[in-house]
C-alpha cells in the first residue's frame, strides 16, 4: 500500500512549475499581468475574432502569447509534445477537439469523425485516459432547444419526459435526432472498444435535459463493467445537487456505473439574463457560497457512494480540491483511487494540478487543440474568466512572481 502525505500544500511553487522554464513562466507573467487590466481584455475580446475574421497578419502574437498559455496546439498531433512534457510529471491529458459552434449536419458529421480521430489517437498515448466532447458539436442548437421546452412541459422521470418529448417531434426532427443519437452513440461505442473515458460537457439550462437524458442512455448501455461515459453537472445551478442524485437513484436501478464530472459552471451571466428576460427565476445560485456549498456537498456524497459512482472533481478551488483529498484519506481510501480523478484547464491552477500529481493524486489537464480561428472563442472564455473570477488573475501571478524569485541565484 502506498503512503500517503499528511499534507498536500497548494502554495509549493517548486512542484507547481517545475515543468515550465524560467523564460516561461516570464511569458506567464507577461500574459497574466495584461489579464490583469480589464480595459486590456474587453478590447483583446472584441479586437481577436475581428481581426482573424479580416485576416489581418495576428495569428502569430494569439499562437505566441494566449494561444501558447492555454491551448495545445492547432493539430492533434501537436498536442502529442504537451502531453509528453506533462506525463514525465504524472499529470495525465484530457483532450477537448475545441472548435465550437459549426452547424449543419455536414459539420456535425465531421466533427463526430474527429471525435474519433481523436480517441484513436488517445488509445495509442500512455497518459490521455479521457476526451472531452459536446453535444452541440453533433445537433441543432434550435433541436435541442425544442426538445427541451417539450420535456419541460411534461411530467415524470428525465427518462419519461424525454420519450414523451421524442415522441413530439415531427417526423423530420426524429429523423435528425435519430442522426445526433447515432454520432453520439458511434464515439461513445469507439471510446469503450479503446478504453478511452468521454466526458460530455455541459450546456445552457435551455437545452441541458436532452444532453442529460442522451448521456444517461450512453451510460445504461456502456458504463456496466467500467466508466466510459461521464455527464457534467454544473454546480452553480439551484438544481444539480439532486439531479446529481436522481442520476445515482437510477444507476443503482439500473445497474451501471454513474460518471460524475462536477464543475462550479461557465454560463453565469448568460443564464441570468436570459432568465431576466423570459422572466422565470434564475436557475443560478444567488450567491458564490451557496455554490460553494453545493459543489463541495455533492463531492461528498460522490465519496459516500464510490463504489458506484466515478467521480471527476473538475475544480479550480483550492479549498475543493483539498477537501476531496480530506474525505478520501478519512475513508481510507488511496489518493489513487480508480473512480476518483482530478482535473484543470491547461495554463491554469498549475499549483492546484501538479501539487495533487506530487501526492499521487490521479489528476490531468484539461488540453484543447484545434486551428487558431476556431478556438478563440475558447480563447475570450479564458481570458473573461481570469478578469471576473475575484482573485485568479493575482492568484496566479502571485504564485509565478514567488516562484521566479526563489529560483534566482
Not at 66 to 90: C, M, N, S
Not at 283 to 308: A, L, Q, T, Y
Amino acid at each position: 500500500m502506498e503512503s500517503t502525505p499528511a499534507v498536500i500544500s497548494f502554495d509549493n511553487t517548486e512542484f507547481a512549475f517545475e515543468y515550465k522554464t524560467s523564460k516561461q513562466l516570464k511569458k506567464a507573467r507577461f500574459l497574466f499581468s495584461m489579464m490583469g487590466k480589464p480595459w486590456i481584455v474587453k478590447l483583446g475580446i472584441k479586437l481577436a475574432p475581428w481581426s482573424i475574421r479580416a485576416k489581418l497578419p495576428v495569428k502569430g502574437i494569439i499562437r505566441k502569447t494566449i494561444f501558447a498559455q492555454f491551448v495545445g496546439g492547432e493539430t492533434l498531433e501537436q498536442t502529442a509534445p504537451v502531453a509528453k512534457k506533462l506525463g514525465e510529471y504524472k499529470v495525465k491529458v484530457i483532450l477537448d477537439y475545441g472548435v465550437e459552434g459549426k452547424e449543419g449536419e455536414e459539420n456535425f458529421d465531421h466533427a463526430c469523425d474527429e471525435f474519433i480521430r481523436v480517441i484513436d489517437y488517445a488509445a495509442t498515448q500512455p497518459n490521455i485516459p479521457f476526451m472531452s466532447v459536446k453535444v452541440t458539436g453533433f445537433a441543432r442548437f434550435g433541436l435541442l432547444e425544442k426538445l427541451d421546452a417539450l420535456m419541460k412541459e411534461s411530467e415524470g422521470t428525465l427518462m419519461k419526459r424525454y420519450l414523451i418529448a421524442v415522441e413530439k417531434l415531427n417526423p423530420g426532427e426524429k429523423e435528425e435526432w435519430h442522426r445526433v443519437r447515432y454520432r453520439v452513440m458511434r464515439v461513445c461505442e469507439t471510446a469503450a472498444d479503446k478504453k478511452i473515458g468521454v466526458l460530455i460537457d455541459a450546456e445552457e439550462t435551455w437545452i441541458q435535459d436532452p444532453v442529460d437524458a442522451l448521456t444517461i442512455l450512453m451510460m445504461d448501455i456502456f458504463n456496466r463493467q467500467r466508466p466510459v461515459v461521464y455527464n457534467t453537472t454544473q454546480h452553480y445551478r439551484t438544481d444539480r445537487q439532486q439531479f446529481l442524485k436522481d442520476s445515482y437513484a437510477a444507476a443503482v436501478e439500473r445497474k451501471f456505473i454513474l460518471g460524475a464530472k462536477l464543475v462550479r459552471g461557465a454560463y453565469m451571466e448568460k443564464e441570468r439574463k436570459r432568465a431576466a428576460e423570459k422572466g422565470y427565476p434564475s436557475p443560478i445560485m444567488s450567491n458564490k457560497e451557496s455554490s460553494d456549498r453545493d459543489f463541495n456537498d455533492s463531492v461528498k456524497f460522490c465519496i459516500d457512494h464510490i463504489d458506484n459512482i466515478a467521480l471527476i472533481v473538475a475544480s479550480h478551488n483550492e479549498y475543493s480540491n483539498l477537501y476531496t483529498t480530506q474525505l478520501m484519506l478519512q475513508k481510507g481510501m488511496l489518493l489513487n483511487h480508480p473512480h476518483v480523478h482530478f482535473s484543470q484547464l491547461y495554463g491554469m491552477s498549475d499549483n492546484i494540478t501538479f501539487n495533487l500529481a506530487h501526492a499521487g493524486c490521479s489528476v490531468s489537464k484539461y488540453l484543447p487543440f484545434g486551428p487558431i480561428k476556431d478556438v478563440i472563442p475558447y480563447l475570450m472564455r479564458r481570458a473573461q474568466e481570469n478578469t471576473s473570477v475575484k482573485g485568479q488573475t493575482g492568484r496566479e501571478l502571485g504564485l509565478i512572481k514567488k516562484e521566479l524569485a526563489r529560483r534566482k541565484p
